[in-house]
């Protein structure tokens, strides 16, 4: 069996490139030639590879969400309390707010982008904002277990509480809001999740 011709170029950075066009610009405002163009490769050699702008886009979603995962995973290595691990996932908002260049969340981009108009990207953003929202709820329900909140709390709520203040965060870092507000706006909603 013989092998395909080797890429003349790398997959994961045009991949990444990909993913960098839509978070600024949107998916639909990205023209296919100003997609090649950051990419680095030629029409054919895109096609051949990804198939499609829209299948790049299916890429470049997991990529992104395997990515965050990542990050929650390394961010809550190590933390002994659940409110430790919120306080750690607090500050991991805040160091993506000030490194993503105002761009926002893409998985949140795209939900605005798309909606429900989208069959598969809406069936895609359900699955990776679940998953991140069972993370929220595992961390409350083991403070609810523990004693640090109150019996009463649902922790499923809670865990919705902490995914809207995530995207209301990553909303604001797009436009250019004062920094020390933005901390000081935390402080309140990490203040709120522990009462």
């Not at 990050?71 to 993506?96: H, N, S, V, Y």
Request: net charge negative.
């Amino acid at each position: 069996m013989t092998r395909g011709k080797p890429l003349s170029f790398d997959r994961e950075e045009a991949l990444n490139r990909a993913m960098e066009l839509f978070w600024r610009h949107g998916y639909e405002a990205t023209g296919i030639t100003q997609l090649l163009a950051y990419m680095g490769i030629p029409r054919q050699s895109f096609y051949n590879t990804f198939g499609s702008k829209e299948e790049i886009l299916f890429e470049a979603i997991q990529l992104y969400s395997a990515g965050v995962r990542q990050m929650l995973r390394d961010a809550l290595q190590g933390a002994e309390t659940p409110f430790d691990k919120i306080d750690r996932i607090f500050a991991l908002w805040e160091r993506m707010g000030s490194q993503e260049g105002g761009s926002g969340c893409f998985l949140g981009n795209c939900v605005a982008e798309f909606g429900t108009t989208h069959d598969k990207v809406a069936e895609m953003m359900a699955n990776k904002l679940r998953a991140i929202h069972g993370v929220f709820a595992g961390i409350f329900q083991e403070a609810i277990d523990r004693g640090d909140l109150p019996a009463e709390r649902d922790a499923e709520i809670m865990a919705t509480t902490m995914m809207t203040y995530s995207q209301g965060l990553a909303l604001i870092s797009k436009t250019a809001t004062n920094r020390e507000q933005t901390r000081g706006a935390m402080d309140i909603m990490k203040r709120s999740l522990k009462q």
